[in-house]
């Protein structure tokens, strides 16, 4: 069984930096895209970035090109989102996803079978 657990959420003022941490087990994840989604209160959850497990190809929501960075560590079988330059409108819960034999492109929360239980992520103007 898969399981997902993310860390490193917290409070941050607007202009600072997180790095959410979402640990991997229950599988060889070679073959797994990992995915970040997001979802502020009343909205819908969103697609954030995504990265290939083996090759490292990586997608990412036009929002947060630039500033937000996808990574994994093979030998910690830990999946990593550093955000910088974060901006009130990041506000959210933050959820770590996984899906196997999937695309960097998938973007949609319906495309992915396996779901953390989410860390907050709360930007202060």
């Known amino acids: 069984q898969v399981q997902l657990v993310e860390s490193g959420g917290g409070l941050v003022q607007a202009g600072g930096s997180l790095r959410l941490s979402c640990a991997a087990s229950?599988?060889?994840?070679?073959?797994?895209?990992m995915g970040w989604f997001r979802q502020a209160p009343g909205k819908e959850r969103d697609f954030v970035a995504a990265?290939?497990?083996?090759?490292?190809?990586?997608s990412y929501v036009d929002s947060v090109k630039g500033r937000f960075t996808i990574s994994r560590d093979n030998a910690k079988d830990t999946v990593y989102l550093q955000m910088n330059s974060l901006k009130p409108e990041d506000t959210a819960v933050y959820y770590c996803?996984?899906?196997?034999?999937?695309?960097?492109?998938?973007?949609?929360?319906?495309?992915?079978?396996?779901w953390g239980q989410g860390t907050q992520v709360t930007v202060s103007s």
């Open positions: 229950g599988r060889t994840f070679s073959s797994y895209i």
């Open positions: 990265i290939h497990w083996s090759s490292a190809s990586t």
């Open positions: 996803a996984a899906k196997e034999y999937g695309r960097v492109w998938y973007r949609k929360g319906g495309e992915y079978d396996y």
